[in-house]
């Protein structure tokens, strides 16, 4: 059986992940800060942003699926957000090549695009908003996502170890489908994340996929729901909050995603199971 490491597996994302590896019969050691709430494979007290512990913590790995990391811009100082996701990274990568693990996942963001976090607002350049967009952070969180990025690079380089960065939209565990009526028709409360959404299941069906994949060096994927979280229209969505952006490089007939996860569909032959419109009452 393979063995999996899910860092970060004590929390709202990786305990899905988690949940997910078990459930398809991995061997899956959780490494984290802190005890998980749910007991559903061993777990281990680590810092990432120490060499020695990670080191301990992955020997004997397969795979990892790394998404412990300081979430969010705000929840910290920024050079504290900086020093530890970007660190953990670096750790997590050097460990893994220093052991001979082959596969290595990573949970990167659409705050990577800068839009999210921006102290000086901007819009994308074009919708759906792919991975060639250019990532413009002003804010540490989303520069250590791309840094974190740069650094799969610089390891497949080195060692032709598989990175797969997945570019997270907003994650949704499904029990917070209740809350979507609170915003689903006002179109300025989450413009930052050009309204995306991801169910936790189907992250985690991603991370899978980028395990099982094969050949795929070091690529960054975007990763949502085929829909966006919103009851208004994709098209008057981007008209009401940005009315400056002509390029739109899809029909835009419905509620689609704006965050582009085509790439994703392609590489890994992932689909998203999970929309909102169908478990809320609109
Ligand atoms: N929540 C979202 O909407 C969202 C969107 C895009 C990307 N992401 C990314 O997905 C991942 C999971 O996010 P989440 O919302 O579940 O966050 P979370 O805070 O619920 O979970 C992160 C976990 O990482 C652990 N952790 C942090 N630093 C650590 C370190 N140095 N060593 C060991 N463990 C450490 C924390 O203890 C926590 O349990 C993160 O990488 C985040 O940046 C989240």
Redesign the pocket.
Known sequence: MAKVVV?????????WVVRHFVEQGYDVLN????K?EEQLCPSLI????DLGETYSALAGADAVV???????AH?YPPEVTFR??V??TYNVLEAAAGLGIRKVV??????SYGICFAVHPFGPQYVPMDEEHPQLPQDS?GLS?VVNEKTAEMFNRRTGMQVVS???????PPEWYSRFPDFMNKPEERER?LWS??DTRD?ASACRLAVEAEDLGAVALNIAADDSSMAIASRELMAARYPEVTDFRAPLEGHETLLSNEKAKQLLNWAPKYKWREQVNQ
Request: proline fraction near 2%.
């Open positions: 860092t970060g597996g004590s929390g709202m994302l990786g305990r490494v984290d800060t802190k998980s680590v810092n990432l942003e790394h998404m412990a990391a300081i979430p969010a929840i530890n996701n660190m953990s990573l949970a990167s963001s659409e705050s969180y996502k997945l570019r997270l939209g907003n994650v949704i994340i959404y991801i992250a």
